[in-house]
């Protein structure tokens, strides 16, 4: 078995090196060769292996750090340099996985969102479909509380790119379309979801940014979806 090192290459040996072994070396980065071999024999194949798991795991860690910083202090912590300090990496490191803050940004939005996809998607079905709306629609307003500056995050991605919440809307159509199905809704699929999303949705920016500096109480909430769900759905 052949052990592998990862070598750097000291940038004014780089043009003599490239003489000696007879090949074009990349202009910046690490050669990989295998130890104790001759030149022209390097195990790229195990070397690349090892880099590409390394990079995979620091790209880990700067998200995890970056969703934690998110969480705790809010989107105007969340700075690249906060996220290398904490993360134990240098700059041209985030850039290298990220390219810039929005890439950062934009990729630590995409976490929070399936950790929200995630707990929706937990639910499971049940043979009351009217049932199984109501408890994702609390689900969606569970997360909102135990993640309010996620949320606030998110729903600010919302509405530059909507499309983000094509994933929960589709979800939550889904769901409307099996209580059509047992003959449980009031009104068609479109507006019943018009209003089950407005509802829902008001009540999430109610959560993360209300005007009196408190979120709306549990038996306001599930008044307000117990009117939606009276004005669209019947009980089985």
């Given amino acids: 078995m052949k052990l592998v090192a990862l070598v750097r290459v000291n940038p004014r040996r780089r043009r003599r090196i490239a003489h000696i072994d007879g ?15 001759p ?8 070397a690349s292996c ?9 790209k880990d860690k700067l998200l995890a750090v970056a969703y934690r910083v998110l969480e705790s202090e809010g989107p105007a912590a969340l700075t690249t340099r906060r996220v290398c300090e904490e993360a134990g990496v240098t700059m041209p490191t985030l850039y290298h ?5 929005d890439g950062l940004v934009a990729a630590v939005h995409a976490v929070a969102l399936e950790k929200f996809m995630a707990k929706k998607r937990a639910l499971t079905p049940t043979d009351d479909p009217v049932a199984d709306l109501r408890k ?19 729903m600010a991605r919302g509405i530059e790119q909507p499309s983000i919440f094509e994933p929960s809307y589709a979800l939550m159509r889904h769901r409307l379309e ?5 003959g449980a809704l009031r009104v068609p699929i479109e507006r019943a979801a018009e209003h089950v999303w407005a509802v829902v949705q008001g ?18 909430s599930a008044g307000a979806l117990d009117a939606v769900f009276q004005a669209i759905a019947d009980q089985l």
């Fill in 23 to 37: 090949r074009e070396r990349r202009p910046r980065g690490l050669v990989q060769r295998a130890v104790g071999l």
């Fill in 39 to 46: 030149p022209g024999r390097e195990e790229l194949p195990e």
């Fill in 50 to 58: 090892v880099s590409l798991t390394a990079m995979a795991d620091v």
């Fill in 97 to 101: 996985h990220f390219g810039n803050r």
């Fill in 136 to 154: 994702g629609c609390e689900h969606v307003l569970e997360f909102v509380q135990a993640h309010p500056s996620v949320t606030a995050a998110l």
């Fill in 178 to 182: 099996r209580c059509a199905r047992a």
């Fill in 203 to 220: 009540l999430a920016l109610s959560i993360v940014a209300s005007p009196s500096g408190a979120p709306p109480s549990r038996a306001t």
